[in-house]
């Protein structure tokens, strides 16, 4: 009987007691994992908000819990969450009634725009997302809390959830205006001629040749000047031509014959290093896309000793010679090539002379201004001291001399629209003139560093969002200063955590 008795006992508890066992330990609200981040222009606050079973205080009313934002310079509220009590609940459910037991639908039953509807026991993941705004850095983020019944609102107090919320990330921008200044100076980049010109003094400008050109009234460069083709030069015609070669000789490269040679011999004394040197100077400037090939003149030469008439033939077969080498080892088309009859060097031996400190140096330069080559000059230097001045000359001048005297390559620069756009959009970046370098650089060529200066430009304006992919697109470009800009970003925009908070209920 009495154990009878003790399991009616228990049978009747156990509602009671699965009661108990389902009651949460509050009856107030948790509020747990906040966090708040800034994304972008946008700050993102969540959190977990566990709301106990009598949290609205009675089956008629309604609990609104209101997160504020608040600084000593503004506030912003965020989205509610709505909690209703059960009588509200059920009036809910009933909403096609516009009046129940003196409860007005309007007042408890309609959520305000945008609020999380909630339950009384129940978890709310509360999430909200805002403009970000500099006001907010170092505010506070907290929670009002009102309670609503059919005929009154009672304001409940507010909690203070979190404090120093916002930290606005701050990174060091110099590196960014550092390296567009630097793009302002590489994009300005030297054309393939450019470039080559400074490797090589055979290589120069068009514009080079055209300046001493004017300068000398215009008589020393004639593509269609008459030349009688190795059966001598006339003078009138010679003493132009020397014009031309000394304007223009200095820096330009020599190729070397054996005596009484005109056939081109690769190994020759310095030949092999100086004719790769062309080749690829002209191949260079063909193949890029900054530079053309204006112009390549040759100038055939040959040392004084021997008669004019066989010199003059070997100058110019010499010139012919170096024509058929550029013509085989580069693609450079016949008709961009000049040649010249430079006949014997005189001029190139009366230089070596004046440097030189030999005996009979003054009668020497005498003679070579004086008498015609026509009319004696070799055999006059032949006769001078007993031929030793002469037998000198021809050991150690007169090698030098027996050469294509006259080589270069005269190129002009192609106008490069895109890169040009690069290298002013930079410029203005680097002097904040951010809303020019957004026009300018959309004729920028596509690539890593346009996006770089269009992602800078984008941020200092305020225009984060719009940033970002393309500083992003830049790092995987490989601009390393995009990539670390962004990793620093990332570093100050880590979420921020803080600790729970939990609510009595009232």
């Not at 010249?340 to 009668?363: H, I």
Request: proline fraction near 5%; include cysteine; charged fraction near 25%.
């Amino acid at each position: 009987m009495k154990g009878k008795i003790l399991i009616l006992m228990l049978t009747a508890l156990l509602p009671a007691l699965q009661g108990v066992a389902a009651t949460p330990l509050h009856e107030g609200i948790a509020v747990r994992g906040l966090r708040a981040s800034v994304d972008g222009d946008s700050l993102r606050i969540r959190f977990r908000a566990e709301l106990g079973r009598h949290v609205t205080g009675g089956r008629d009313y309604k609990l609104t819990l209101r997160p504020v934002l608040v600084s000593e310079a503004s506030q912003q509220a965020l989205r509610p969450i709505e909690v209703y009590g059960r009588r509200v609940e059920i009036l809910d459910a009933r909403s096609a009634r516009p009046r129940v037991a003196d409860l007005t639908a309007s007042d408890l039953r309609h959520p305000a725009p945008g609020a999380l509807h909630a339950e009384e026991g129940s978890t709310v993941e509360y999430a909200a997302s805002l403009p970000l705004e500099k006001w907010m850095e170092g505010s506070q983020l907290r929670l009002e809390r009102f309670r609503s019944g059919c005929c009154r609102t009672e304001r409940l107090g507010i909690v203070t959830l979190a404090s120093d919320v916002v930290a606005i990330p701050s990174v060091d921008t110099a590196p960014l205006l550092a390296r567009a200044a630097d793009l302002a100076r590489t994009s300005q980049r030297l054309s393939t001629g450019d470039s080559l010109a400074r490797a090589y003094s055979f290589v120069e400008p068009l514009s080079a040749l055209e300046a001493r050109e004017a300068a000398s009234q215009g008589g020393l460069f004639d593509p269609d000047m008459p030349l009688k083709m190795g059966k001598g030069t006339e003078s009138a015609q010679q003493e132009e031509l020397e014009k031309f070669i000394a304007a223009n000789e200095q820096g330009a490269l020599k190729i070397y014959f054996p005596q009484g040679k005109s056939v081109l011999e690769r190994y020759f004394r310095d030949n092999n290093a100086s004719l790769v040197n062309l080749a690829s100077s002209i191949s260079a400037i063909m193949a890029s896309k900054s530079s053309r090939v204006a112009l390549v003149a040759v100038v055939g030469s040959a040392s004084p000793e021997g008669t004019l008439a066989f010199n003059d033939r070997l100058a110019w077969n010499r010139a012919l010679s170096l024509k058929e080498f550029i013509g085989e080892n580069t693609a450079l088309a016949r008709d961009s090539m000049r040649l010249f009859n430079g006949s014997e060097d005189w001029r190139g031996l009366r230089r070596l002379v004046a440097a030189s400190d030999m005996y009979e140096k003054e009668e020497i330069l005498r003679i070579i201004d004086n008498v015609p080559v026509k009319q004696g000059r070799e055999l006059e230097l032949m006769k001078l001291g007993s031929g030793r001045p002469y037998l000198y000359m021809l050991e150690h001048m007169f090698p030098e001399l027996r050469n294509a005297a006259f080589i270069k390559v005269y190129y002009e620069n192609v106008p490069d629209a895109a890169a040009e756009a690069l290298a002013e959009g930079a410029a203005q970046v680097a002097a904040g003139h951010y809303a020019e370098a957004l026009r300018t650089l959309r004729a920028a060529e596509p690539g890593a560093r346009r996006d770089l200066l269009q992602g800078i430009s984008l941020y200092f304006t305020g225009r984060e969002a719009d940033a970002l992919p393309l500083l992003e697109r830049a790092a995987k470009g490989g601009d390393r200063t995009a990539a670390q800009f962004l990793d620093a970003l990332r570093r100050t925009a880590e979420p921020r955590t803080f600790k729970d908070v939990n609510i009595p209920a009232k």
